[in-house]
């Protein structure tokens, strides 16, 4: 029998020791966190709050980081866009220049038999 009086004091300590600490809010230990007791405590309740707020501004951050990466995803396009269109540019620039020069607009007056011919004297200014 004292044995069995023995078990019925330490579990009455340990009921007595677990009403002490969920009595006292601001103890919390490695222990309770392991075990969950730390979810029922006053001292969890107390940070709810900032925990919502830690949570949204996590939301944020990610929101804004994906955002700013699309953004940077979307410049680079345009970049490679630009510089191809750019390169275009300059090469119909150069095809330009060499069909409208002189010479060749006169060997292309010749090749479709034109009967145009270059001009022998210089062209007169006329002054004011």
Request: charged content about 30%; some cysteine; aromatic content about 8%.
């Amino acid at each position: 029998m004292k044995w069995i009086q023995k078990i019925k004091s330490d579990l009455d300590n340990k009921i007595e020791q677990e009403a002490k600490e969920a009595q006292d809010p601001e103890r919390v230990d490695f222990r309770s966190i392991l075990n969950g007791k730390i979810l029922i405590s006053n001292a969890f309740f107390k940070l709810i709050p900032m925990l919502l707020f830690l949570i949204v501004i996590a939301i944020f951050y990610i929101n804004n980081r994906f955002r700013y990466e699309s953004y940077v995803r979307r410049q680079n396009e345009i970049k490679e866009i630009r510089n191809d269109l750019q390169t275009t540019h300059l090469v119909k620039m150069s095809k330009l220049m060499e069909i409208s020069t002189r010479s060749s607009v006169i060997e292309r007056l010749k090749e479709k038999g034109s009967t145009v011919c270059e001009p022998q004297t210089p062209p007169i200014v006329i002054s004011k």
